[in-house]
């Protein structure tokens, strides 16, 4: 529909009532892209959100991802790593700093890869649910 068409309140609600996939849009926001269209880019930096997608024009500024992503982020790195800690220190028993050493350049490794795609996944899902201001109306 081209922008100089007027849209009757019977064709926004329509549009405001059709579903938006979930997962698509998920998963489009853990790679980074517009959960929308899918081809525009969704973050530029390490976490910050582009204003607004540069090929279908989503707004982003609106989204309201604040400490989801570093909870999500905390849980998925303590319960993958965890029990690889206490299955290593049991079975091989190395050295404290060794361990140490192991597990925290782990951690920290899959922190920093985790954070930027679940804040991607977090607005992929505000969306697709039409959350915090993504629904078209406020």
Known sequence: MSQ?????????EAQDSEERPRLPA????????????????L??????VNDDCAVCRQEFHHHRA????????I???????????????VVWRPEPLTLFTIFAVGCTALSL?????????MIGF???????????TT
């Open 66 to 73: 604040d400490d989801g992503p570093a909870y999500l982020t």
């Open 4 to 12: 100089t068409q007027q849209l009757s309140p019977d064709t926004v």
């Open 126 to 136: 505000q969306w697709a649910k039409r959350m915090g201001g993504f629904g078209g």
């Open 26 to 41: 998920m998963l489009r926001g853990w790679r980074g892209k517009c959960p929308s269209c899918g081809g525009g880019q």
């Open 113 to 121: 890869y985790l954070l930027p795609r679940l804040k991607g996944a």
């Open 43 to 48: 973050l530029h930096g390490y976490l910050k």
């Open 75 to 89: 849980l998925l790195v303590g319960h993958l790593l965890a029990p690889g800690l206490h299955i290593a220190f």
